[in-house]
Each structure stands twice: as C-alpha cells, then as structure tokens.
C-alpha cells in the first residue's frame, strides 16, 4: 500500500468512526431523556442532547480508536462506545469551563448556561442558567462514566482503561483548578502555564484517549509509554495552538470570541512570554487590560501587538514546531501498523495546522 493509499484509507476511517460515534451518542441519549415529564425539564435535555451533538472535532474517539487499533484491536462496537464515553466526559467539561470562562458561544452556538437562562426572565435568569448548567454538566459527566463500562470488554482490560479514565478526570481538573488559580496569583513563569498546559489538556485530550483504547485492546506497557511519548508533546501543541487561535483567530471560523481569554485574563504562554519580555510600558499596558472585563476590541488589538512585537507569538510558534517534532519522530519508530501510522500522523497534523 502506497503513502498516498495509506492516507486516504486513514481519511475514511476517521470519518467513519466519527459517524459511527456520533451514531452511538444518538442512541444513547434516546434512551436516556428526561426522566420526569416537566416541560422545562423536558426542554433542558433536549438543549443538552444539542449541545453533546452539535459539532465538535471528535478528537478524543478518534485517539482512542487509533490507540485500539494500534495495540492490535479491530474495529467493533466496544472500542466506539468506549470511544463515545470519552466524548461525553468532554462535553460535560466544556459545559463547566464555559462556564468559569463566562463564555457566551460555543462552536458558534449559545454556550450551555447561555441557552437555559434564555428559558427564563428576570434578575434570576442568569443564576438560573449557571445553576442548571452545572447540573446538565454533572449528568453528562455520570453519563461518561456509565457509557465507558456499558461494553462487552474483558474484565482486566476495562480495569487497566477504566483507571486510565479515573486518572484523566483527575488530571484535568486539576489542570483546570491551576488555570483559574494563575488568574489570582502574581503573574504566571512560561513554566507554570506549560504545567496547565500539560494537565488540563495534553494529558486529557491526547495522552489518556491514546493509553484508554490501547488497554481495552490489551496494550503491553511499552506500547502505552509510546502513547504516552507521542502524546504529551502532541497535546501540548494543540494547545499552545488553541492559545494561538484564542488571540488571533478568526471568530466565524473558530466560533469563539478573541477577547474571550483576554478579558478572563488567562495566562497562556503567549502572556507569560510578553510580559517577560515586554519594556516597562508595554508590562504596564498588559497589566492595565489583560484579565480587565472592559476590554475593547480596540485595546485587545494592543495587546496583540505586544505579543508579536515581544516574540511571544513567534516563539510559541516554534514550540508548537519542536513538540510537534518530537511527537512525530516517536510515531514514526513506534511498533504499529502503517494505517494506524498514517490515521495518528494525519491527525496531528489536523490538531497543531487546524484553524479551528
């Protein structure tokens, strides 16, 4: 089979384990609506069965079913609704980041607590909303965990995953509770953002899934170390790229506001960089308006600036570029079919080149 062959054949995989997930999570959620028949319960599941389909780049199935397939593990119902369960957890996540952010759009839409507090009216709504959307992301999250052992896997290998799995939430919680702590502390080193970076989402997004579907296909350690080497950096990439995205992107592309991350004052990579590098007036201008909810689009253009004017921008690019480096050279020697080689090395390219 020829590179090109493999490519393609890799495309159409992807895209049919994506239909295949999405198909699962249809099924799913059709046999777990609303338990009681209050309309406006009725409606808040039916908002949250939109927002658990509505887009998303199925990354996190995706690496669970290459990690499977990887590890010797053939295409069946197990690996897509164990790959399902992972797509869930991060729905119940987005949910409650949106949440923390106070973000108003999610892939173009209304986030969660957006969406439920338009169901009412008043000085209340907005708690409401919050509230609600707290529990929606709760429910999803215990939807996750009852998915992941819903299918027919041998005992020991769902023992194996299922610790994978408990290690994840814990990691990006974590991660997550680092991220909000950088926003009320002195300044965050290039250092501790990488640390966020690493477990919020490098472990969570990449690392995990990869490790998760190996198991269930009965991984030896050594395969799920590989994982575990292509994955960090792999994740850490995709990150620093989704920073990247945060400040300079496209808002009809990404479906998310620039200013979201400015005005939530997080400390990425790209502040981190600035401020050690900015003159005394530009740490000045960074300090006045980043993390300040009067923010404009005119002094947010500022504050890019600053950013490219500090090198940040260029050396979060060349970071992207060496873990992307590193990742890949381990894909490339490690111990699995050339299929599965070329779905992990055309999904790479999709998280660190994506503009999404």
Not at 126 to 143: E, K, P
Request: with cysteine.
């Amino acid at each position: 089979m020829t590179v090109g062959t493999e490519q393609a054949s890799s495309t159409r995989t992807a895209e049919r384990v994506r239909g295949l997930v999405d198909h699962h999570l249809e099924r799913f959620l059709d046999a777990h609506d609303a338990p009681v028949s209050d309309p406006e319960v009725v409606r808040a599941y039916r908002l949250l069965r939109r927002f658990i389909l509505g887009g998303g780049k199925r990354i996190r199935p995706l690496l669970c079913y290459w990690g499977w397939r990887g590890a010797g593990g053939e295409e069946c119902d197990q690996i897509i609704s164990a790959a399902s369960a992972l797509e869930l957890c991060h729905a119940g996540l987005l949910i409650h980041d949106d949440i923390m952010d106070g973000s108003e759009l999610r892939r173009g839409s209304p986030t969660m607590h957006r969406s439920l507090a338009g169901m009412h009216e008043g000085p209340g709504a907005r708690s409401f909303g919050r509230a609600a959307a707290i529990l929606m992301g709760v429910l999803t999250l215990a939807w996750s965990d009852e998915l992941l052992s819903a299918g027919d896997v041998d005992p020991a290998r769902l023992r194996t995953a299922r610790g994978l799995f408990d290690r994840l939430r814990t990691e990006v919680i974590t991660g997550q509770y680092l991220d909000i702590l950088a926003q009320v502390r002195d300044l965050s080193s290039v250092e501790q953002a990488l640390t966020v970076i690493r477990y919020k989402t490098a472990k969570y997004t990449v690392e995990r899934p990869l490790q998760i579907g190996g198991a269930l296909a009965g991984a030896q350690p050594a395969l799920l170390e590989t994982y575990s080497q292509i994955g960090l950096p792999l994740g850490e990439a995709f990150q620093l790229r989704d920073d990247v995205l945060g400040m300079f992107g496209d808002p009809a592309v990404t479906g998310k506001s620039v200013l979201d991350d400015l005005r939530e004052g997080k400390h990425t990579i790209l502040i981190a960089h600035a401020f050690q590098h900015a003159s005394p007036g530009e740490a000045d201008h960074l300090r006045a308006w980043h993390g300040n909810a009067e923010l404009t689009e005119q002094r947010a253009a500022e504050l890019r600036e600053i950013v490219v004017a500090t090198g940040a921008l260029a050396r979060v690019e060349l970071m992207i570029e060496e873990r992307a480096r590193d990742a890949l050279g381990v894909l490339h020697a490690a111990p699995i079919c050339p299929v599965t080689g070329s779905g992990l090395a055309a999904l790479a390219d999709g998280l660190i080149n994506r503009t999404r």
